[in-house]
């Protein structure tokens, strides 16, 4: 009997890092902005609460090479962001069965999807707040859906206040997808041959310097009209930097493994609990959202 126990437990050891990589592969495939924002990430253990100092670098000019003469050398200045790491979000679920948790992928991604779905959408909801830090660029007009018009405007915006042309997203509301797909310039191939994706797989695509993504966490106030915040934005206006957790010492009896990749980092810890009589997994992710150039955004309003 205590031989079987032990096999099972040595089973179990593997679970973790199961977890943290379908984990993941999660993040990566269903977030929205936080793939695409600034992420900041190193090595380095935190603990909620902590500070973590990014840099933001100005002060470059083109200057003309006189012949004969030395190269002159700019007074880089880097600017300091303080992001605080204020954001300890987690799941904990029970698994009871451990042989069918390895036997069954369906099981072990319908647990992984269920519960690492609420963090993926409170980091995208906490990245999406960072809105109300936008005053500089606006364009649209609440309770009336969006048109090439918006687009269009918001590129102007971001081109004014000198956001770099690659690296541009625009994120927006279901509403305002299903508008722009009743567009004939979002699924003609008269206008785009490649519209026709559009048409098939309701893909928007890129379109006038964004490359736009839909997403069921945009900011939404008021009534009567409702305002829906969407958000066009260079990369570098917002930053994402998570830290890894600090893992449970040697006889604690937890089991824990750590994971990061594309600037998010997971821990995953189990261990069993006697009175439940199962393995307790909790997924859990410290990281901070902070706006870095707010001229680099631009909210559109419908």
């Given at each position: 009997?205590?031989?079987?126990?032990?096999?099972?437990?040595?089973?179990a050891?593997?679970?973790?890092?199961?977890?943290a990589n379908?984990?993941?592969e999660?993040?990566?495939?269903?977030?929205?902005?936080?793939?695409?924002?600034?992420r900041?990430?190193?090595?380095?253990?935190?603990?909620?609460?902590?500070t973590?100092?990014i840099?933001?670098?100005?002060?470059?000019?083109?200057?003309?090479?006189a012949?004969?003469?030395d190269?002159?050398l700019?007074?880089?200045?880097?600017?300091?962001?303080?992001?605080?790491?204020?954001?300890?979000k987690?799941?904990?679920f029970?698994?009871?069965?451990?042989?069918?948790?390895?036997?069954?992928?369906?099981?072990?991604?319908?647990?992984?999807?269920e519960?690492?779905?609420?963090?993926?959408?409170?980091?995208?909801?906490?990245?999406?707040?960072?809105?109300?830090?936008?005053t500089?660029?606006s364009v649209?007009?609440?309770?009336?859906?969006?048109?090439?018009?918006?687009?269009?405007d918001a590129r102007?915006?971001?081109?004014?206040?000198?956001?770099?042309?690659?690296?541009?997203?625009?994120?927006?509301?279901?509403?305002?997808?299903a508008?722009?797909?009743?567009?004939?310039?979002?699924?003609s191939?008269?206008?785009?041959?490649?519209?026709?994706?559009?048409?098939?797989?309701?893909?928007?695509?890129?379109?006038?310097?964004?490359?736009?993504?839909?997403?069921?966490?945009?900011?939404?106030?008021?009534?009567s009209?409702?305002?829906?915040?969407?958000?066009a934005?260079h990369?570098?206006?917002?930053?994402?930097?998570?830290?890894?957790?600090?893992?449970?010492?040697?006889?604690?009896?937890?089991?824990?493994?750590?994971?990061?990749?594309?600037g998010?980092?997971?821990?995953?810890?189990?261990?069993?609990?006697?009175?439940k009589?199962?393995?307790?997994?909790?997924?859990?992710?410290?990281?901070?959202?902070?706006?870095?150039r707010?001229?680099?955004?631009?909210?559109?309003?419908?």
């Amino acid at each position: 009997m205590a031989t079987g126990n032990l096999r099972k437990a040595d089973v179990a050891d593997g679970i973790p890092v199961i977890i943290a990589n379908a984990t993941l592969e999660y993040f990566k495939n269903n977030t929205v902005l936080a793939r695409l924002v600034r992420r900041d990430y190193d090595n380095e253990v935190a603990q909620a609460g902590d500070t973590v100092t990014i840099t933001k670098l100005t002060g470059l000019t083109v200057q003309n090479k006189a012949a004969g003469s030395d190269y002159a050398l700019d007074q880089l200045a880097t600017d300091k962001v303080d992001v605080t790491l204020d954001k300890h979000k987690y799941v904990s679920f029970l698994i009871e069965d451990v042989a069918k948790f390895l036997a069954k992928p369906d099981y072990q991604q319908a647990l992984i999807d269920e519960g690492v779905a609420k963090i993926a959408e409170q980091m995208d909801a906490d990245l999406m707040a960072l809105r109300s830090d936008v005053t500089t660029n606006s364009v649209g007009s609440a309770g009336v859906d969006m048109d090439a018009d918006d687009l269009v405007d918001a590129r102007k915006k971001l081109t004014t206040s000198k956001a770099p042309m690659a690296n541009r997203y625009a994120v927006i509301s279901a509403k305002d997808a299903a508008a722009l797909l009743k567009l004939e310039k979002f699924t003609s191939s008269n206008w785009n041959a490649e519209n026709g994706q559009a048409l098939v797989e309701a893909n928007l695509g890129r379109r006038y310097g964004f490359d736009l993504f839909e997403c069921q966490g945009v900011a939404e106030s008021g009534t009567s009209p409702l305002s829906t915040w969407n958000m066009a934005f260079h990369k570098n206006a917002f930053a994402l930097v998570t830290r890894p957790l600090g893992l449970p010492g040697d006889g604690s009896g937890v089991r824990a493994y750590y994971a990061n990749a594309d600037g998010v980092g997971l821990r995953v810890m189990m261990s069993y609990q006697h009175a439940k009589g199962g393995w307790m997994v909790t997924v859990d992710v410290l990281y901070g959202v902070k706006t870095v150039r707010e001229e680099l955004a631009c909210t559109i309003l419908t």
